[in-house]
Nanobody, 126 residues
Framework: QVQLVESGGTLVEAGGSLRLSCAASGRTFSPNSMGWFRQPPGKEREFVAAISWIGRSTSYADSVKGRFTISRDNAKNTLYLQMSKLKPEDTAVYYC???????????????????WGQGTQVTVSS
């Protein structure tokens, strides 16, 4: 069983920065990729960024390119999302996800990920 626990969400002013963390645990935790998704109020869950667990492949949503950076620490089984130049439209519950599916490209769809955390709230004030 894989467990993902996000942390780091809080209230921040527009233009500010924030780092989210996702600690992964499980007896046989060996994902192919991990990613961040978010769900703004009243909207569907959307892709933010993803990274291969081995190698250096990454993928970002256009809305966060140049502002967010996804990274991982394999030794600590921890995923990070460094967010900068935050905007009010970044307000959402942010979810960490893991995919064990074998793929030549970094997955970006909700359905590609089989394990999810409980989410952490990020609120950006204007």
């Amino acid at each position: 069983q894989v467990q993902l626990v996000e942390s780091g969400g809080t209230l921040v002013e527009a233009g500010g920065s924030l780092r989210l963390s996702c600690a992964a645990s499980g007896r046989t935790f060996s994902p192919n990729s991990m990613g961040w998704f978010r769900q703004p109020p009243g909207k569907e869950r959307e892709f933010v960024a993803a990274i291969s667990w081995i190698g250096r492949s990454t993928s970002y949503a256009d809305s966060v390119k140049g502002r967010f950076t996804i990274s991982r620490d394999n030794a600590k089984n921890t995923l990070y999302l460094q967010m900068s130049k935050l905007k009010p439209e970044d307000t959402a519950v942010y979810y960490c996800a893991a995919s064990v599916s074998i793929s030549m490209v970094v997955p970006t769809q909700v359905t590609d990920f089989g394990f999810w955390g409980q989410g952490t709230q990020v609120t950006v004030s204007s």
